[in-house]
T-cell receptor, first 113, second 110 residues
């Protein structure tokens, strides 16, 4: 099993550009989520999904879109990148939400100039 | 307003001694608490968890204690090993959402 994979590992964008961060898991987990981690901060929940076709907002959803068309994939879209979105992004999956162990991907380091 | 607080940004202990990492929370709706460990340039990895209906959970060298009346939990690592050096995050669950603390950098000196 590959676990949770994220692509790309690094990305540099200009303000106003859009892009999609990819996340996939091969553990047949129903729950998937996206977090961002900023220096000196913990991980903050952006969006999450409890199953295919169902998504909901987390703590910091503004500027981001998600969709969940399959169990395996949970892409995160930046609509119009801003310098405030410079961060490390982690995708995670688990059997059933926060009460279960979440498996995290290796992260995507995004810089917005 | 921070709902999960880890007030010690860093902790240094000697190999073989006990490491105690603390976490406080404010939201009474949290029903599950988890500890994650993170090495640089990697994603966090799960360490141990505890349900709000329990006050202790043990897994090998790791024990988590929960004091609901004080809204406080702690992670004990005994004995500490140099490989335990990492950032430790406390996290709390409510309604499918995890809230993380800012983390504590643990350094275990040989």
């Amino acid at each position: 099993n590959a676990g949770v994979t994220q692509t790309p590992k690094f990305q540099v964008l200009k303000t106003g550009q859009s892009m999609t961060l990819q996340c996939a898991q091969d553990m047949n987990h129903e729950y998937m989520s996206w977090y961002r981690q900023d220096p000196g901060m913990g991980l903050r929940l952006i969006h999450y999904s409890v199953g295919a076709g169902i998504t909901d907002q987390g703590e910091v959803p503004n500027g981001y879109n998600v969709s969940r068309s399959t169990t395996e994939d949970f892409p995160l879209r930046l609509l119009s990148a801003a310098p405030s979105q410079t961060s490390v992004y982690f995708c995670a999956s688990s059997l059933a939400g926060g009460v279960n162990e979440q498996f995290f991907g290796p992260g995507t380091r995004l810089t917005v100039l | 307003d921070q709902q999960v607080k880890q007030n010690s940004p860093s902790l240094s202990v000697q190999e073989g001694r006990i490491s105690i990492l603390n976490c406080d929370y404010t939201n009474s709706m949290f029903d599950y608490f988890l500890w994650y460990k993170k090495y640089p340039a990697e994603g966090p990895t799960f360490l141990i968890s505890i349900s709000s209906i329990k006050d202790k959970n043990e897994d090998g060298r790791f024990t988590v204690f929960l004091n609901k009346s004080a809204k406080h939990l702690s992670l004990h690592i005994v004995p500490s090993q140099p490989g335990d050096s990492a950032v430790y995050f406390c996290a709390a669950n409510s309604n499918y959402k995890l809230t993380f603390g800012k983390g504590t950098l643990l350094t275990v000196n040989p």
